[in-house]
């Protein structure tokens, strides 16, 4: 069984106030990667800037390479249209130096960086390569031609060379324009500078890094006042639990889903029993929750009695509230020891039965002579049959003797059993029942007063309540013995004296009414009718405690009395609850 003794530690104030160092690594981890991304985003700009830079001077370039083949194909052209006219040898050579530069610009046009920016290059490169071809044909044979056969072949060559005039002058034309529009849109981008963004970027990057370094410190005062928060709380926690260890009173917090004990109070372990394993503990909460079996935050209070291993009885009144315990939603038992109080009670309740047997002395002696007398008479005409020798008769009158005998002998039970002292043990008790044995022993007072009691039950007659049966015997005797003596200090007429008990049930409770005809209850008095010594009558004839009595024991039932004032008289109204079906208290048990 989890039973709770300890103490938790409180935190100190200089614990709560210290900041964790993760708190602080958490917070340079977050500017450090702000400052980080911030400075990625920066150099990424700035090599994007300069890239962008660099791709404007390629295209600018290829504009230049596509210049350059073109003219190196002019310088070709001119020295070949020379060396035709005069092929002398420094001629050739400067022919062979210019092819070979033309050679070398145009695989510049395709195959270089700035080459491949030319708008539609790649539909020029074939050609373009057997020029190359055709030049390099024309070098690798020079070398064993004659002079004649040399001038015929730079004659061929150049006029194989002017068809490749218009192409280059093609992708110039298309270079320059391509260089025009870059240009148009550099110009363009230099007029909307990018300080603009930069600058925003940097404000941006800023203000992030004041927001991270505020949060950060927003997040660090909340985190001491949670610390301080929980430091307090431990503070409470550890204070309520010395105060429920010092009040005298039951405190017990069960947890309803396993069926466990989770604290017990040193109070009730001096009550029940000192050991929380023992089968005891079982037994008291299998009663607290049949009375308490409501635990919610609006429940209302139960009495009980509870029987020890030593075979002491103790009587509990107290109730059940829904409760956070050890961070579970729990049960709170808080119970009062009410044994010397309800000794109390019940030492009154057994005075004010003797006083009013005191009362009804006359009345049960009167009661008690008229068996006496028919007794008597019966005995008289025995012995006179038995001197005239008649025998039969005799049997009739001792069938007679017998039978006065048996009533004296109810008389005297109903006595003895209204002046027994009560248990404080509660027991099922068939309701119909407890209502006749009260009649029956104010019955001749009524007779005797002229007052007519009607009774209406309206539930089965083994309907049955949870109580102490003489006890509610009780308070059915006390209303009806108040009806009477009403009666007595009004100037009703006895034709008019009634009484009426009747009865309904449901499923969640049964309701017993108890009206007269008696004039009803003072106004003045009728909200304070069931405090102590509140009373209409003279003072040598009541002591104003049976009504408080009557309510303290409805109560112990876990039901309610109301007092009101009906059409010519008083009405009081009994309500009790239904016990559950057995079979549930044996499942509970």
Known sequence: ?????????????????????????????????????????????????????????????????????????????????IATLDPSASEVDNVHLRLAILRSRLPLLYDSEEGRLLPDIENYASLFKRYENLIDDFLDGQHTQNTFEMRG????????????????????????????????????????????????LFLSGGLLIVFLFVQTVRDRNRLLAVQEAEAEAEVVRTNLRALIEAIPAVVIVYDTANRQISFINGFALALINPSPDHPDWQRFMEAAQTVLSTCSQSSGWGSFTFQREDGSIIALRGSCRSVMWERRPQCLFALGDTTQIQDAEYQIMQAAKLST??????????????????????????????????IEPVSAKLARIDEQVERAKRITDQVRRYGRKPSLRSSRFPLSRAIDLAIGFVAEQYRMASIRLNLDLDFSPDAEVEGEQTLFEQVIVNLLLNARDAFEMSDIP???????????????????????????????????IFEP????????????????????????????????????????????????????DRSAA
């Not at 700035?46 to 390479?65: C, M, N, P």
């Not at 068809?163 to 002058?169: K, R």
């Not at 010594?533 to 309610?560: A, H, N, Q, W």
């Open 1 to 81: 069984m989890g039973v709770w003794f300890g103490r938790s530690k409180p935190l100190t104030s200089s614990s709560s106030s210290k900041v964790p160092a993760w708190s602080r690594t958490l917070t340079i981890v977050l500017v450090v990667t702000t400052l980080g991304m911030f400075a990625s985003t920066a150099l990424l700009y700035w090599q994007q800037e300069r890239s962008r830079q660099a791709l404007a001077v390629s295209i600018r370039t290829s504009g230049w390479v596509a210049y350059q083949a073109q003219l190196e194909l002019v310088k070709s052209l001119a020295a070949l249209r």
């Open 153 to 200: 072949e730079m004659e061929r060559l150049a006029n194989e060379l002017d068809d490749l005039l218009p192409p280059l002058q093609t992708v110039l034309q298309s270079a320059i324009a391509y260089n025009d529009e870059i240009y148009r849109r550099e110009q363009e981008l230099a007029n909307n500078s990018a300080i603009v963004p930069l600058s925003l």
């Open 357 to 390: 047997l005191g009362e009804m002395a006359s009345a049960i002696a009167h009661e008690i002579n008229q068996p006496l007398a028919v007794i008597r008479m019966a005995a008289a005409n025995a012995r006179r049959h038995l001197a005239n020798g008649e």
């Open 494 to 528: 006895e034709a008019a004296r009634a009484v009426s008990i009747s009865g309904t049930s449901s499923e969640s409770d049964i309701r017993l009414i108890v009206e007269d005809t008696a004039g009803g209850i003072p106004t003045e008095i009728l909200s304070d």
């Open 533 to 584: 010594f509140t009373t209409t009558k003279p003072d040598d004839k009541g002591t104003g405690l049976g009504l408080s009595l009557s309510r303290s024991i409805v109560r112990k039932m876990s039901g309610e009395i109301v007092a009101t004032n009906v059409p010519g008289g008083a009405c009081f109204t009994i309500s009790l609850p239904a016990p559950r079906p057995l079979e549930l």
